[in-house]
């Protein structure tokens, strides 16, 4: 029997799942943050997009901040000086705890300082 290297005849695979094998099951991270604006820092990154981050909860300490999602958006004067009469994007309140679900960007500023705000990120690993 000869063997043509040049044209080898294919072989078929067929793959067969191991089904002895168990899911690993979901498992939740949590990390915690405080982040704190001031005059020379108005505004920061909170999360950038991460597809397993399933929620963020947010709780302003001191003075009220804008939540955006985009530098362009934090970076707004409306949003970094003045008394934030037009903000761009959503005022949020101090001594609400907030839940933000979802992957996306995010990014927060404020025209008072120092702003804390605490942070706890929820990821699904």
């Known amino acids: 029997m000869s063997v043509d290297y040049d044209n080898p005849n294919p072989i078929t695979v067929k793959i ?9 099951p979901e498992e939740l991270r949590v990390a915690h943050r405080t982040i704190v604006l001031t005059a020379t820092n108005p505004y920061l990154q909170v999360a950038g997009f991460d597809p397993a981050l399933k929620m963020i909860r947010m709780n302003i300490l001191d003075n009220p901040i804008v939540l955006c999602k985009s530098i362009s958006q934090a970076s707004d004067q409306n949003n970094t000086t003045g008394t934030m009469t037009a903000p761009n994007g959503r005022i949020m309140p101090i001594g609400i705890d907030y839940v933000i679900p979802g992957p996306d960007e995010m990014w927060i500023s404020t025209n008072t300082y120092p702003t804390r705000v605490g942070i706890t990120y929820v990821r699904c690993i």
Do not use: A, N, Y
């Not at 067969?16 to 690993?24: A, G, H, M």
């Open 16 to 24: 067969v799942e191991d089904t002895t094998k168990e899911k690993r």
